[in-house]
């Protein structure tokens, strides 16, 4: 049961309030509130609402690296120039998220933190090489987001800390990222799958390569194996074919309302094959 | 000299009187209706699928402050529900189904409503699960009703001529049996209710989202035990009803007795999730359809049988076979059908009635085999069908009487509009050419009942027309208003007559001590029978307006008319006299008169016998629709691109209220073939909510290419049919029809979700699937 609610206006407020325990963050509210409405969450004491704190919102560049705030709303991200010129995987992967009232709350911060295998920034953000940066009263520390995740709602975040930024290496030149994910409308809709693949491409070839799946597994994973059958080869139908093969072979999801195993190691191989070849055809 | 021009609203576009208020969400629902006093009620309901009840132990929910009544079966009435009134509100030996009442709780607030629910203790004692209907009539099936130890809640049977001889005179014969899904109605409104009784005299006010009032009435006198006279209904304005109101339904008396137990006003209302899981379902349906034709395409007989999950209990809706025999005996003209269906209980939610009544069930396979015929015979879709449609005059086997029938004009005006004809070839041909887009298209046809359906005594509906002393017109209609648009159709109707601006109209058509008796809003009969009940009142108002109107002239009253409020000379229009001005002098005056006429209408069907043989409706609607599609065979996803329909709806009254139910009930049946599905495993349901259970967006709807055909119906008013229902009943079938043009695979089981069409196309391919 709530007894407190806090809506700090500065970082250190916020840590502070994380510090006291048994609390439970919310910003956009658009996970926190159904789940606990529905009896899945339990929440914490103290409600604190991270929305008004400063500093935590949007993209920009610093140094080698784009950092994204986590209050970044999910719309912002769909419509930031900056964003959609940097990362246009992003905003691509926003433009299928939900619908325009949820991303209109939901944070990127919120969509990591929640840790839905089916998390539609997630897959984009593990081909990035995303960093999460978390802050506690106590300190900072980051986290490579392909070891972030624990299970399906778990993360590596303890109670006191508070997801602050998402860092991705700045893109490369050839740099190519793309997100797909499966379903029968063009919004609103839980993915069945998705996939994300990025690379660097020069002369035909790919290499850096990233692959990364969405509700397969307990957790958004990184496809190693198909990531293998691409490094440092030429984007043409044995590669693509062989990829996709890999891709159908090591990702071991389970049959639940939304599709069979069976379909879902399909759309894993149709769907790798068809965003490389996009990727491909430039 | 003033001449009053003559206007008139009949094919207008008019929006809905409604519309404004629901627009602005300013409509006051049931949700919305708070009396003083009132408690709120929940239902316990059952988490077994099937089970005895060992014990129920309610003394601690009855000791929280706050609650005022704990029921159980234990506490009111042994009386059922239903057709086959095998439904208690509460259930005392056994739960059947995963929705089941066991208990319920009036209290002070909601949550502490559901804090008593968490205290009431059951001890089951779990019983076989019987949950694919197919074992229903199995030897050793576990019994779901002790009174049908069979298994078998109803049967229906028709035949006429002889399919043997039938089957003797085909060239081809094709057979197929298909299987058709679970799905439910989603109105955005959810069920609900209050009961109020006046302390001293007993009366019972109900607010009732029901469509059908008067039936609703007689029902609960009967499940209470009440005097009907003493039970007074108030609709609120309903937020959907597609069928779904048809029935009483456990929770309706279930508030009734938490009211009388707690001497307090009862609200009772569903949560979304409730909604999902105790609302009823559309019949899940395996059927078994043999269909035969000559080589020059004339079909030669029909042999039909379905099996129906009627699930734990029985709803009116039990009684669709009466609907979809029509389609398989009196689509076409087909000399010789065997009609044999079964209703068998089962664990599993318990189906009731959805727009369409059975009909989208029946014409899904009935058009594709059409569709096949065709193909075994080298015929195209629209030749096989002109060959067998029916046409004005005909009297069809099982006594049908088509007096107006636009069939063959929406066939040719459909496919001609959807370059039909060139598409189908086209896209036939491109079938084993690359690529992973196959476009396809997909015709079907229908007919459904478009002037009333006398499936009880009667099939009318009474008017009261009121006239006052401004010249405003109250309309006091027994037919309810669901969203259909029958209050500005009615009111349309009525100024035709009267002469008036619609704004000189208002319509009363939700309460039973006001409105006069009506069979209920179902069978697409509004329009037309309360339509002609509203034309006959206000043709008596007008009598006694234009007689009265004579006398104070020099002229007969048929040389008299009504006009934008006046009294004026027929001849040429010249205002006589303002409305309002002979209205006060007929009522302050020596005559002392008001205008204010009745009119029962019932229309010229019969009640079919008990071999279902007769005119069950005034008249029929047709339609012919057309689907363009595209296939993603990577995915099995099926795009919806455009519908092409053409409804022959007697004649269009509102424009703007047609085309909504057209394009409605269009995206309804593309739900149903596309997107719905209500998953039901072993008598659970698994998708309770919209996350998961995928009604159709605004995204995803096609482009409509909507035409009217109007056979100017001898009985309808002003020539109109009922059409309600019409528009979601081709889809599945030509969405089906279509995937085979694109394809060259014939899918026979709803939903055609992506997986279910991903492993149709790799299974054609000979591919392995597990």
């Known amino acids: 049961m709530v007894e407190r609610y806090l809506a700090p206006t500065t970082l250190d407020e916020a840590l502070k309030a994380l510090a006291a325990g048994d609390a439970t963050i919310v910003a956009g509210g658009t996970d926190v509130m159904p789940q606990s409405q529905a009896g899945r969450f339990k929440l914490g004491r103290t409600l604190v609402n991270i929305r008004r704190v400063a500093g935590l919102q949007g993209g920009a560049k610093e140094g080698d690296e784009i950092r994204l705030g986590a209050l970044t709303t999910i719309s912002q991200l769909r419509e930031d120039a900056f964003i959609a010129k940097t990362l246009p995987v992003l905003a691509e992967a926003a ?153 159908q072979g090591e990702v071991k999801p389970i049959s639940d309302r939304r599709a069979t195993a069976w379909y879902r190691r399909e759309m894993i191989h149709n769907l790798v094959k068809k965003v490389l070849a996009d990727v491909a055809h430039g | 000299m003033t001449v009053v021009a003559k206007s008139s609203l009949i094919g207008k576009r008019i929006p809905k009187m409604d519309a404004p208020e629901k627009a602005a969400g300013k409509t006051r629902y049931v949700q919305d209706i708070n009396l003083p006093g009132q408690l709120i009620g929940k239902i316990l309901r059952t988490d077994r699928v099937h089970a005895r009840i060992v014990s129920i132990d309610t003394a601690a929910a009855k000791a929280l402050p706050g609650v005022y009544a704990v029921l159980t079966a234990a506490d009111i009435p042994k009386r059922g529900l239903g057709v086959n009134k095998d439904n208690p509100p509460l259930k005392g030996d056994k739960v059947r189904t995963i929705r089941d009442e066991i208990a319920a709780v009036a209290a002070e607030t909601e949550e502490i409503a559901l804090e008593a629910l968490k205290l009431i203790k059951v001890v089951y004692e779990d019983l076989p699960i019987l949950a694919d209907p197919r074992q229903s009539t199995q030897p050793g099936a576990p019994v ?107 929770f309706e008396p279930i508030a009734v007795y938490l009211a009388k137990a707690a001497r307090r006003p009862v609200k009772l209302v569903f949560t979304r999730e409730e909604e999902f899981l105790a609302s009823p379902t559309r019949q899940p349906a395996l059927c078994r359809l043999r269909s035969g034709a000559k080589k020059d395409g004339t079909l030669t007989f029909r042999a039909v049988d379905i099996l129906l999950d009627n699930g734990g209990y029985t709803s009116w809706g039990a009684t669709i076979p009466f609907v979809m025999m029509q389609t398989f005996s009196s689509l076409y003209r087909v000399p010789h059908c065997l009609f044999h269906t079964k209703a068998v209980y089962s664990n599993n939610p318990y189906a009731g009635s959805f727009r369409g009544y059975g009909n989208l069930q029946a014409t899904f396979t009935v058009e594709q085999h059409m569709d096949m015929l065709a193909e075994k015979l080298g015929l195209d879709p629209l030749a096989i069908r002109m060959k067998n449609a029916q046409e004005s005059g005909e009297v069809t086997g099982q006594g049908m009487v088509f007096t107006s029938c636009g069939f063959k004009e929406c066939l040719t005006t459909a496919a001609s509009r959807s370059d039909f004809a060139r598409k189908f070839t086209d896209y036939a041909q491109q079938q084993s050419k690359p690529g992973n887009k196959k476009r396809g298209i997909g015709l079907a046809a229908m007919i459904h009942v478009g002037g009333g359906a006398k499936i009880y005594p009667s099939d009318g509906c009474g008017t009261i027309l009121k006239m006052d002393d401004f010249g405003h017109v109250t309309i006091m209609t027994g037919a309810s208003e669901i969203g259909q648009g029958s209050e500005t159709v009615l009111a349309q109707l009525v100024c035709e007559e009267l002469g008036l601006p619609l704004d000189a109209v208002s319509v009363v058509n939700n309460d039973t001590e006001v409105t006069p008796w009506d069979v209920g809003v179902h069978a697409s009969r509004t329009t037309f029978i309360a339509g002609n009940s509203a034309i006959g009142a206000a043709r008596k108002a007008k009598d006694k307006i234009l007689n009265a109107a004579a006398k104070v002239t020099n002229m007969t009253a048929d040389q008299l008319e009504m006009r934008g409020g006046f009294v004026v000379r027929a001849a040429d229009g010249e205002m006589v006299m303002p409305l309002p001005k002979l209205l006060r002098s007929l009522h302050f005056s020596d005559k002392a008169e008001l205008v204010m006429t009745t009119h029962y209408y019932e229309p010229s069907s019969v009640h079919q016998d008990k071999k279902f043989m007769g005119n069950v409706s005034a008249t029929y609607a047709w339609a012919a629709q057309i689907c363009e599609i595209e296939v993603d065979t990577d995915t099995g996803i099926v795009t919806l691109e455009k519908v092409t329909a053409a409804h022959d709806v007697g004649r269009v009254l509102n424009r703007m209220g047609l085309e909504g139910q057209i394009e409605g009930g269009i995206v309804m049946g593309q739900g149903y073939a596309l997107t719905e599905d209500l998953m039901v495993r072993q008598g659970k349901v698994l998708n309770p909510g919209f996350r998961d259970y995928k009604l159709v967006t605004a995204p995803e709807i096609p482009e409509m290419d909507i035409s009217f055909i109007e056979s100017m119906d001898g009985e309808g008013p002003q020539g109109a049919k009922g059409v309600g229902e019409a528009p979601a009943i081709c889809m599945a079938a030509a969405i089906a029809n279509a995937i085979h043009n694109a394809t060259g695979v014939r899918l026979t089981r709803l939903p055609f979700s992506p997986e279910n069409v991903y492993r149709a196309l790799v299974t054609a391919k000979g591919g392995v699937v597990e």
């Open chain 2, 144 to 250: 779901i009703q002790d009174a049908k130890p069979d298994n078998i809640a109803m049967t229906f049977d028709y035949a006429h001529g002889d399919v043997a001889q039938g089957e003797k005179e085909s060239d081809v014969v094709v057979e197929s049996e298909f299987y058709l899904h679970y799905v439910t109605h989603c109105c955005m409104g959810v069920s609900g209710i209050i009961a109020d009784f006046e302390p001293t005299s007993g009366n019972l006010t109900l607010y009732s989202n029901t469509q059908v009032p008067f039936l609703h009435k007689r029902e609960f006198s009967e499940v209470l035990g009440m005097d009907p006279g003493r039970i007074r209904i108030i609709q609120p304005p309903i937020g959907g009803g597609f069928g779904s109101k048809l029935d009483i339904y456990p």
């Open chain 1, 95 to 247: 433009d299928h998220f939900a619908s325009v009232q949820i991303r209109n709350m939901g944070t990127l911060g919120g969509n990591i933190g929640n840790a839905s295998p089916a998390g539609d920034t997630l897959v984009p953000l593990l081909v990035l090489d995303a960093v999460v940066e978390l802050r506690s009263a106590k300190g900072m520390r980051r986290l490579r987001l392909d070891e972030f995740f624990t299970g399906p709602g778990k993360t590596k975040r303890t109670p006191d800390e508070l997801i602050t930024n998402i860092f991705v290496p700045a893109p490369k030149p050839g740099f190519v990222a793309r997100f797909a994910k499966f379903g029968t409308r063009p919004a609103l809709d839980i993915s069945a799958v998705s996939v994300g693949i990025a690379g660097i491409v020069k002369d035909g070839k790919i290499s850096n390569v990233r692959v990364a799946y969405g509700a397969v597994a307990p957790t958004p994973v990184r496809g190693r194996a198909a990531e293998a059958a691409l490094e440092g080869k030429t984007l043409d139908a044995a590669t693509l074919a062989a990829a996709a093969k890999a891709a």
